[in-house]
């Protein structure tokens, strides 16, 4: 996986409410929504971004609900992460 994919899936998780019945629908909307990905490279970034504490779990069973859905969520971290792209951004131009 590469930082771009990061940067991609943490800008697309920040800009975009991400929840669907499952991971392969999920993925499906994620690789739509970056556009410049790959399934396999968005699933990979996925994997990362849990890792490092940037998204939350995926998989999510809502209270009162009788199968899970998948919802992409940023961490605290994960906010901090898009502040600093958003700040590097700016100072580019």
Known sequence: MSPDDMSRLLWAVFRHRIQ???????????TEVVGEATRDDMRLAVAD???????????RLPAGALQCHWHLELTPRGVEAVQRLRAEAGALR
Do not use: K, Q, T
């Open 20 to 30: 669907e019945p499952d991971s392969d629908a999920g993925l499906d909307r994620l």
């Open 49 to 59: 971004a849990v890792a490092a504490g940037y998204i939350h779990d995926p998989v």
